[in-house]
């Protein structure tokens, strides 16, 4: 089960859930059968298999495991919440084929309920029935577009209580908790959630990434919130510039274009594989005067990318600052495609924009501060 968030399709019809797939139960596991005594287990074996992944060369090897070890239990169910034309609708449910007359009882009673949470601008919710905590009961992964500025897309995994189905009941804060939340931030953010399966049992990972940093957070479905863990996977990048669809602001003719792009890639070249840019005045175009005293010289930024480092380049006479500029979204599928080049001059004056062909590289995978397993390190 991998969640991306997707702006929701129109859908032609309403008051309709639909069983889409039952899986049969023949997933990858990992490790032996029994059962992994927390969370600081799961994420030692992730980080062996992100380092394997690594060193066989998988263009994304955090995606690969993910991929290779994804949960395909579960009972997978779309759920109309409007009418076909935009218009809302109160979610109306009639159980499946194939779900047992427990599950379809507690189904029905959260889908009617007060505590589904459905609210935003999806036309759909993408339900899963799956025993996520090993008691024989099939527990409730609910996953749906809530829309908003950042396209945030809402998961919530809820426990089935022998006695009170999917509706809400008592947490006990030390030995489960009924319900999990997470959301995805689709536009603005670098996010993913995962059910994988480990040593034989299911675990909830969540992904977290910005330039240069995956942090990955694992929990037992339904544990207490002490009891998570976390990777981090640093990486390290190539980048090569090449010209964009966008022309460099004024009328500079295609000479000086190439020879800033040169200029550009002599600099990314010698910097390849390095750590983030950290050069400081060492690493700027020279001070002359106020307008240009402060550095970098890219200006404001936006809650859809980040600035990540910056650099001087000389070209036709002139120092000027380029930045990589890294986007941030939970859609992008290749990360080859991630960044782009921005070149100012003093007072932020726009110079030019440079496509970047990227290559990235894992360069350690090691415990995040939540605790778990000791560094590791890929050379």
Known sequence: ?????????????????????????????????????????????????????????????????????????????????????????????????????????????????????????????????????????????????????????????????????????QDDPETHRQRMNYSINGRGGDQAFEILRIHGRPYVVYRDSFYGRDTITIEKPFAPVDQRAQLEVRYRYRHRARQSGNSPEGERDDEATAGLLAAVNRELSERAWAGTNVDGEAGRCPSTSEEDEEWPWHGAGHYMLEFTWSFPVRSAGRCLGATVVNFLSSYRMDQSACCALWIYGPGHEEIATFDLVTERRVASVQAGEQGGPGPGLFE
Not at 20 to 49: H, K, N, Q, Y
Not at 59 to 72: E, I, M
């Open 1 to 169: 089960m991998m969640k991306h968030p997707a702006p929701p399709p129109a859908w032609t019809t309403a008051l309709a859930a639909v069983l889409l797939s039952i899986v049969p139960m023949s997933v990858a596991v990992a490790g032996d059968m029994e059962t992994a005594p927390d969370a600081d287990a799961a994420a030692a074996f992730l980080r062996e298999a992100i380092l394997e992944a690594a060193r066989n060369d998988q263009a994304d090897p955090v995606q690969a495991v993910f991929d290779r070890l994804r949960d395909g239990t579960g009972i997978d169910i779309e759920l109309a919440l409007d009418d076909g034309n935009g218009q809302p609708i109160e979610p109306e449910l009639h159980c499946p084929d194939g779900i047992p007359a427990t599950d379809c009882r507690a189904l029905l009673g959260y889908v009617s309920g007060p505590d589904n949470g459905y609210e935003g601008e999806g036309h759909i919710a993408d339900l899963t029935l799956i025993d996520l905590d090993g008691d024989g009961l099939r527990d409730l992964v609910s996953d749906y577009y809530s829309g908003g500025t950042g396209l945030y897309s809402m998961i919530d995994l809820v426990r089935q209580d022998p006695a009170h189905g999917f509706n809400r009941s």
